[in-house]
């Protein structure tokens, strides 16, 4: 019997032991028990989370491509793919920020490179504990991300940045990536044809990020930073030349597949790669791989997670066309290994055998873990009535401006080049950004959301929240949601309260997505997001989503535009202050039940949006979110520099003058359109059966609610553009 | 007029540039890859933004010994158009062709952002469709935009009128609020003392249609568009 530390080391348990052993009637010797480690761990195998993950629906009439792929691709029309995924690199980010978020972004850019398609737009999807604590982890982080996406130029359009005390350890860092390709030069990473090359194209193979999934499926201690080397460091010049070669590649026919070398490097590209096609093997050779070090053992070579990698398969006979490809980028590449039909990944040292597997057994042998989830005990209730009334709403709206969650993200996205492929037609900053799809008039609205404090106060709701915020966020741009990617992060599966998270969040987030007629295409798991069993984050489903608009001259911003405009309020308010901003900020803490979510009438608001936005009507919209319809009409003022005037607010009972301010009920939005087009939207709104109500005309230089408060342009920037400085 | 699009390895704003010259500008278009000591008839080249080599050593230090540099050093000899935007405008210091250097911005920060440039000379082949002290809404991208040049330098320029675009607020005023990145004199382009080679940090190529924000950048292409019909002309 294998000793314990061993074990340990690989991050496997005696259990899964026993079963390779019984699968393999024999001891795996060390090679192997590292492969099937890396490939056992939760990074890699979804052991604790695949039950869940099959009850999320991922079809629709758009979809081409599913989740167990690289990255999911719907059909936009025109003969034009969108491919995405969106994916953590929470555990190497918590060690070493600026590398461990680069290389987020670098591994999710070749996810949707292996599809084929030229990567269009970046998004980041961050969480930290409060400022200034964490500011190590903020400026690392956006530093990291700013160095990989500029230098590689790929525009980042878009994300979130939340602040909480639950990230402080745990910071959470979620990458995602679209691209477009055409949809008959789509590509799957499927090692077809026995015989077929196996060429290993970009960096040497270096001893970094060894055991970088095992280490992504622990818990993080006080030893965690002697596994810095397991944080891998990124190339951005390298990956361009890999980009532009796939590109030129996937003109060619000689190629039959890309896959991306990531968590585990080679040996779960190789068995993903086979592992999708029935019977199919490979047969390795190390000695073959380039190296960046001497003395690289085969086990190293199997484990490495140096980045910049990609294997391809190549039809036999063709190599050379492929390698012309390569060295035209300066790009080394080495034919490694070959196809084979007989369900085994082999791997030889030369002449010296090293490792013979089932790929059946690397890439769906690891036994799914039976975890128990049980109901945490009740977050913190509100008693509404026992809350005090609101003061002064200007006061109010000032402070939560200036609140890091709510601010200006424009100190942070203004490091981000925005623009690189003249396609930003909706830049950051507004509800969700679009990117032109160029040669058609289709845009295509990009955004990532999640309110993790709802999720907390209610995963299950909160999911749906995510669900329903995001697809606003597409919406608000005129465009029609179409598809989601998911980041699931949560704690310590292990933990009956965590595991109930997990489940409560799958449950909602299916619920919305069949309600909202949304598949969800790709995606990824983040487990284990606690620190030695204490301060675990909440759980925090990122939707990351797409959406198609026909013609991009259409599209809608947030900000106002013009002088005399009509400021309405689409949708109904309630006396939602559960789990709000306004709480947290106003009164000091988190509690309540998340603001209630009704799917039938989110669709019937969105309906109404996207008919008045297709018509022409509107000459703004904007999401209203954290901060409720105050801080969203103050980001509509800011965005477009024109103010408002708007009479009194006197809420009917029993909606209290808080909640009408600064309630978070959703399925709200905030438009503006010339009186003229009054009618057409009113009788739009009743067909639709939607409320609409009017807040004020567009003009001036400032906010102003009569004889409630008056704030000028310049105070309300000056507090929400210091909010982060 | 031909355009000739530089592609070095790490180049990313040639697609871009390439796209302003071919459909929106509709001129005649041609990649030049670095690898080629041939600049095709180019009339006009164009260095492009991007990480040529990845910049790792310091922006455009590799790429001024790329073959294509060679053909280009000698275009600009002859007075053919060069025109260095963004890594290109680094390349260009690196390789001679204009004076001063980009350092990292003094911010220490990456910046993207639209700036206004106060447009001095209206008289280059570059800029003909400017009017005088006009104002354009130009993007810039970099993390190294800081013109920096010793004294000496900086006076010769100033005195021959090599200043070309200077960062401004939107009614014209240099001032040091409208300076993005630290650049001396607020410089955010220059010519040689000819006129025929022009370096700028911002990216006119990111602003020749009104979906992406402006078109400002236009004028600058079509001034070059224009002034080799002219020559064509006469």
């Avoid at chain 1, 909706?426 to 309110?451: E, Q, S, W, Y």
Wanted: hydrophobic residues 40%; charged residues 20%; proline residues 5%.
């Amino acid at each position: 019997m294998v000793d314990e530390r061993k074990l340990r080391e690989v991050a496997l348990t005696p259990e899964e032991y026993r079963v390779i052993v019984e699968e393999l009637k024999r001891a795996p010797n060390e090679v192997e028990l590292g492969m099937l480690g890396v490939l056992w761990s939760e990074h890699c195998s979804y052991k604790s989370s695949k039950a869940l993950l099959r009850r999320l629906p991922s079809t629709s009439p758009a979809v081409i491509q599913g989740p167990g792929e690289n990255a999911g691709a719907v059909n936009i029309g025109e003969g034009w793919a969108a491919v995405f995924k969106i994916e953590s690199h929470n555990h190497p980010s918590a060690i070493e920020p600026y590398q461990g978020a680069a290389t987020g972004v670098g591994g999710i850019i070749r996810d949707v490179i292996a599809m084929g398609a030229r990567p269009i737009a970046l998004l980041d999807s961050l969480r930290f504990g409060p400022l200034p604590a964490s500011s190590h982890h903020v400026e690392g982080v956006v530093a990291g991300i700013g160095w990989y996406g500029n230098c590689i130029g790929i525009p980042t359009v878009g994300g979130e940045v939340y602040f909480d005390d639950c990230y402080a350890n745990n910071p959470l860092v979620n990458a995602m990536c679209v691209g477009l390709v055409r949809v008959d030069r789509l590509m799957r990473a499927r090692a077809e044809g026995t015989g077929n090359s196996l060429m290993l194209v970009g960096a040497d193979t270096g001893r970094d990020g060894i055991h970088g999934a095992s280490f992504a499926s622990l818990e993080l201690d006080e030893t965690s930073s002697e596994r810095r080397p397991a944080v891998q460091v990124g190339n951005p010049f390298l990956e361009k030349l890999l980009l532009e070669a796939c590109m030129d590649l996937a003109q060619t026919d000689a190629v039959v597949a890309i896959q991306d070398l990531g968590a585990a490097g080679l040996t779960s590209s190789v068995a993903e790669c086979a592992g999708r096609v029935p019977g199919a093997g490979a047969h390795i050779d190390v000695a073959r791989v380039p190296r960046r070090e001497r003395g690289m053992s085969p086990y190293h070579v199997m484990l490495s997670e140096s980045q910049e990698r990609m294997l391809v398969v190549v039809e036999r006979g063709r190599e050379a066309e492929v390698e012309t490809i390569f060295d035209a980028w300066d790009l080394t590449s080495a034919v490694i290994g070959h196809v084979t039909d007989d369900g085994y990944l082999t791997i030889v040292d030369g002449s010296v055998d090293v490792a013979r597997l089932p790929v059946s057994l690397l890439t769906d042998g690891a036994p799914p873990r039976r975890l128990v989830g049980v109901a945490s005990e009740q977050p913190p209730g509100l008693d509404i009535d026992a809350l005090p009334p609101l003061v002064d709403a200007g006061a109010s709206l000032l402070r939560l401006l200036a609140s890091p969650n709510l601010s200006s993200r424009r100190g942070i996205f203004r490091r981000y080049d925005q623009m690189v492929g003249d396609a930003t037609v909706i830049p950051p900053g507004g509800d969700a950004a679009m990117l032109r799809v160029k040669g058609t008039r289709l845009g295509l609205a990009v955004t990532t959301d999640c309110n993790s404090r709802y999720c907390y106060l209610d995963p299950h709701l909160g999911a749906q929240l995510a669900v329903a915020e995001a697809a606003r966020n597409i919406v608000a741009t005129g465009a029609h949601p179409l598809a989601v990617t998911d980041c699931l992060n949560f704690a310590n599966p292990d933990r009956p309260e965590v595991y109930w998270e997990m489940e409560e969040t799958v449950a909602g987030l299916a619920h919305a997505c069949r309600a909202l007629d949304l598949p969800i295409v790709s995606g990824n798991v983040s487990l284990y997001n606690d620190s030695s069993g204490e301060s675990a984050i909440y759980p925090t489903p990122v939707i990351g989503m797409v959406g198609l608009i026909h013609d991009y001259g259409k599209r809608l911003s947030a900000g106002l535009r013009s002088e005399g405009d009509f400021v309405l309020l689409i949708g109904s308010s309630h006396n939602d202050l559960g789990g709000t901003e306004y709480l947290k900020v106003e009164h000091g803490y988190v509690a309540g039940r998340p603001p209630a979510l009704d799917l039938a009438r989110e669709k019937a608001v969105n309906r109404l949006v996207l008919a008045a936005a297709e018509n022409g009507l509107l000459h703004s919209a904007h999401d209203c979110a954290e901060g409720g319809m105050l801080v969203a009409l103050a980001e509509c003022c800011l965005l477009g520099g024109v103010g408002v005037r708007c009479p009194a607010v006197r809420p009917e009972a029993p909606l209290r003058m808080d909640a009408a301010f600064f309630g978070e009920s959703p399925s709200r939005y905030v438009v503006s359109l010339s009186s003229r087009a009054m009618p057409e939207l009113q009788s739009l709104a009743r067909r639709h059966h939607v409320e609409i109500s009017l807040l004020g005309l567009a003009g001036g230089d400032s906010i102003e609610f009569e004889g409630q408060f008056r704030l000028s342009l310049d105070e309300i920037r000056q507090a929400w553009e210091g909010g982060l400085v | 007029m031909k355009f000739g699009v530089v592609v070095f390895p790490g180049t990313w704003s040639d697609r871009d540039c390439g796209w302003v010259i071919d459909q929106v500008l509709g001129a005649e278009l041609q990649y030049l890859w670095h690898k080629d000591a041939d600049l095709k008839g180019s009339d006009c080249v164009i260095l492009p933004g991007g990480f040529a080599y990845g910049d790792y050593l310091r922006t455009g230090a590799i790429a001024r010994f790329a073959p294509v540099m060679e053909k280009i050093e000698e275009f600009a000899d002859r007075g053919g158009l060069v025109w260095g935007i963004c890594n290109g405008f680094q390349i260009l210091c690196e390789a001679g062709l204009l004076p001063g250097a980009l350092i990292r911005n003094a911010s220490l920060e990456y910046r993207c952002q639209w700036t206004n440039l106060a447009v001095e000379r209206t008289d280059l082949q570059f800029t003909s469709k400017c009017t005088e002290r006009e104002v354009i809404r130009v993007p810039i991208s970099h993390g190294e935009g800081n013109y920096f040049a010793d004294p000496a330098t900086l006076s010769r320029l100033e005195q021959r009128g090599q200043v070309v675009f200077r960062y401004c607020d939107d009614t014209g005023h240099v001032t040091n609020n409208a300076n993005p990145n630290g650049s001396m004199h607020n410089i955010a382009g220059i010519v040689n003392a000819r006129g025929n080679v022009l370096g700028m940090m911002p990216h006119p190529e990111r602003c020749a249609e009104a979906e992406l924000g402006g078109t400002d950048g236009l004028k600058l292409f079509r001034s070059v568009a224009e002034s080799a019909m002219k020559v064509l002309v006469s």
